[in-house]
């Protein structure tokens, strides 16, 4: 445990039924299941979701954002109605909880009032959008018996993963590669966003892990791929914003692949040429999602 490990209990639900009113301290059922293995349940809409960089505890103290972050969510009076786990594994002190913090807006001098709290929410606004995160920061990394029901709770809740690593650190990178095939076995059918996130990345001359390594490894575990440095705030910002647009990205899939219902017979020669038009823009748009998919794994912005 980290001699600064500051973590926080977030909530904000208003629902009863909810399992995100519990602290994460406490088991969460694992019903609801997202049903898509994506999608968070759809806690009611709430109308006081936090301010800009604040982090949404209950009570939540009067808290300037963070600087380097604050263009990085919006007022959310307007909020999605939805929210999503974004769920953080790693070996211990790779600086999950650094991350975590800088999520929440929390700074050095409120880390105290934060501490042995484990979940984080906020609603950021991306490209426009907004969508409401509960960052869980609650992986419990050794792998003994009693704790295993832990580890497959955290396995089977997240809307999507981050497994975080030190660039500083080999052994921990080796862990990120096992946990991503835990991870996989777990939810097989499931088509959740993983980002492996290689931290501490400031720490260059200390550097066990290359660049190349962490995106090769990602390429070979079909996830995406980020380098940050929570000391620096450098590309934590990106990383949610990424885990938002990677959601996004397969709600949109999802949409797309639908159940189809037949089609009725055009017409007239209009309604026949729309048809023509909508199936050329369909065959386009495979083509589109085609390119986008052999893209670099670190655009978080395509599948
Ligand atoms: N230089 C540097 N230090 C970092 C960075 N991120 C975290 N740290 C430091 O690394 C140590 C561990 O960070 P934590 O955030 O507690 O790591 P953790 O993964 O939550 O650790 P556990 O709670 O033990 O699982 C702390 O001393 C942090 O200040 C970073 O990006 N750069």
């Known amino acids: 445990m980290s001699p600064i490990l500051f973590k926080m ?19 969460l059922s694992l019903s609801p299941k997202p049903s898509s293995g994506l999608l968070a349940p759809k806690p009611p809409r709430r109308s006081n979701h936090p301010q800009l960089c604040q982090s949404s505890s209950l009570n939540p103290p009067p808290r300037p954002p963070s600087p380097a972050l604050d263009n990085w969510s919006s007022d959310s009076s307007d909020s999605s109605d939805s929210l999503y786990r974004v769920v953080l594994l790693g070996d211990p002190r790779v600086g999950k909880t650094s991350l975590a ?65 030190s660039i500083t650190d080999r052994s921990s990178f080796e862990s990120a590669s096992e946990l991503r095939i835990e991870l996989r076995r777990a939810r097989q059918a499931d088509n959740i966003p993983i980002i492996l996130v290689g931290n501490k990345a400031d720490l260059v001359r200390c550097r066990e ?20 440095s929570a000391a620096l705030q450098h590309n934590v ?67």
């Open 9 to 27: 209990t977030l909530n904000t639900q208003q629902d009863p039924q909810t399992v995100l009113r519990r602290r994460s301290s406490t088991p």
């Open 209 to 228: 892990v290359s660049v190349e390594e962490g995106r090769a490894c990602a390429m070979v575990f079909d996830c995406k791929f980020i380098e940050t």
């Open 101 to 165: 913090n800088l999520f929440a807006g929390i700074q050095d001098r409120d880390l105290q009032e934060h501490q042995g709290e484990d979940m984080y929410e906020r609603t950021l606004s991306v490209d426009g959008e907004d969508m409401t995160l509960l960052v869980m920061d609650n992986w419990e990394s050794e792998k003994r018996d009693e704790k295993s029901w832990h580890r497959d709770y955290c396995l089977q809740v997240g809307s999507a993963y981050a497994i975080v690593y």
């Open 237 to 303: 910002a990106e990383l949610f914003e990424g885990i938002v647009r990677q959601i996004r990205l397969r709600q949109l899939g999802q949409k797309a692949n639908g159940p189809r219902l037949p089609e009725p017979r055009p017409k007239s020669l209009s309604q026949r040429a729309r048809r023509f038009l909508a199936r050329l823009a369909t065959r386009n748009n495979r083509k589109l999602a085609l390119k986008a998919r052999s893209k670099s794994c670190h655009d978080l912005s395509v599948l």
